[in-house]
């Protein structure tokens, strides 16, 4: 077990990569909080890794609100008296709009979550690991690296995840703070939902992949396990790509 008695929180942790990620953290030894505005499937997320013999609670947060997120730290630390991982996961898609269509409230409710709900989390969490040093992943994706038709505000906010991972690690290096990202291809979760309704386009979609599938959720959640653990001791500021390959080659 590489993360025995270490405090994890996971938000988005009640569905897709955020519940197989605070599963896997919790199979390695973690106590894990899930924050998570879904509290039906967040605090079936918890019981199950207690089901497991895993020690987990869930506390509703909203990852869009700084106050919400900065109660997240506080109640973990009141909970399990630390904290040592921050996964900074939640994350929203929007439907497909060319910009010139794009509804603005679209975008800053994409932004919200998942650029601003980021920064929140490195801050609360930054904060609270200042004495005793720890490790923040964010959730980025290959859409913060290569652009898609239609999916403008998703790629401004992961843009940004990818830059403030990177100026974060630089300012928290002094508090023995790691700051890194995963980023994911495609993964077989709801926020593809919309893209599976249509079988012949999903079909499509999976041939498109290097290998001719999607990632499962916890394909991306061991390299999350990894990116916590003292094994990835010296990656800083670095963003793992989970995506057999996709921002690697031309479509
Ligand atoms: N699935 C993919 O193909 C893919 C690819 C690259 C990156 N990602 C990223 O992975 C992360 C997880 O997405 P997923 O694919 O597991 O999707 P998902 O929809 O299965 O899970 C997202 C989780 O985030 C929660 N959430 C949404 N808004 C929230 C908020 N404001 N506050 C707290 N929780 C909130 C949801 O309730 C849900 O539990 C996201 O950041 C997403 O952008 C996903």
């Not at 509703?60 to 008296?81: N, P, W």
């Amino acid at each position: 077990m590489r993360l025995k008695d270490r405090v994890a929180i996971v938000t988005g942790g009640a569905k897709g990569i955020g519940r197989a990620s605070a599963l896997e953290l919790a199979r390695e030894g973690a106590k894990v909080v899930v924050g998570d505005i879904d509290r039906a499937e967040g605090e079936r997320t918890a019981f199950e890794i207690v089901e497991k013999g895993g020690t987990a609670r869930f506390i509703h947060a909203d990852t869009s609100d700084y106050e919400s997120v900065e109660g997240l730290v506080k109640e973990t630390i009141r909970s399990f008296g630390r904290l040592d991982i921050m996964f900074n996961n939640a994350g929203i898609g929007n439907p497909p709009v060319s910009v010139l269509d794009m509804p603005p409230e679209e975008y800053h409710r994409t932004v919200a979550v998942n650029q601003h709900g980021v920064f929140y989390g490195i801050k609360a969490a930054g904060n609270a690991m200042k004495e005793k040093g720890g490790v923040i992943i964010n959730t980025a994706s290959v859409y913060g690296f290569f652009a898609d038709r239609r999916h403008f505000p998703y790629h401004a906010s992961k843009g940004a995840v990818v830059m403030m991972t990177k100026a974060a690690a630089l300012e928290l290096a002094r508090y023995n703070i790691r700051v890194v990202a995963v980023a994911p291809g495609l993964v077989d979760t709801e926020i593809v939902a919309p893209w599976k309704q249509r079988p012949d386009l999903w079909r499509t979609v999976e041939k498109a992949q290097m290998r001719g599938r999607v990632a499962k959720p916890e394909e991306v959640a061991k390299a999350v396990a990894f990116l916590a653990s003292d094994d990835a001791s010296f990656v800083n500021g670095s963003v793992l790509f989970v995506d057999d390959g996709a921002a690697s080659f031309k479509r």
